[in-house]
């Protein structure tokens, strides 16, 4: 009492399930990508920033400015989960899309092939048609001129009389 799905069911259904997925793989995306500009920004900012004297970096300006580089490669990172996962959705996507397009091609090779054998057959049928109707007309032009010859030897037998 299993629901049998075709393949063509079976590339809907997860086209409607993976759609969605992209969808928000690709908002979370902007919205990881706008996160690192923040941070970009910030690390800029960092990068100004001189408390010494003289207007020179501090030691403690410099790690201020690592810790905001830090947070930059770990939404980096965090970016690049995220096309990973975009990547492979597609890519998913892509072979459920070939494997419906092999099914089709090979259900249309299937239907070429049946209807080359239905037009063997009614080529086979009109020979068939073809050698009969011949035969019937053979047989129309004898027994038409038999019947012109009988009456040709009977008008000749009674102008004979």
Known sequence: MGVKFTTMTKY???????????????DRLEKLVDERQALHQ??????????????NRTKKDMIKTNEWMERI???DNLIMDELEMLKNIET???KYEKDDYKYIAQKQEQDI?????ALDIKDEEIAEVMASKRT????TLILFLIALTTGYLFYRT???V
């Open 12 to 26: 809907l259904l997860l086209l409607f399930l993976l759609v969605p997925m992209v969808t928000m793989a690709q």
């Open 42 to 55: 910030e690390w800029k900012s960092s990068e100004k920033e001189k408390s010494g004297i003289f207007g």
């Open 73 to 75: 490669i770990l939404k």
């Open 92 to 94: 998913t996507e892509i």
């Open 113 to 117: 092939g049946k209807l080359k054998r």
């Open 136 to 139: 019937y007309e053979w047989t």
């Open 158 to 160: 009674k102008k004979q």
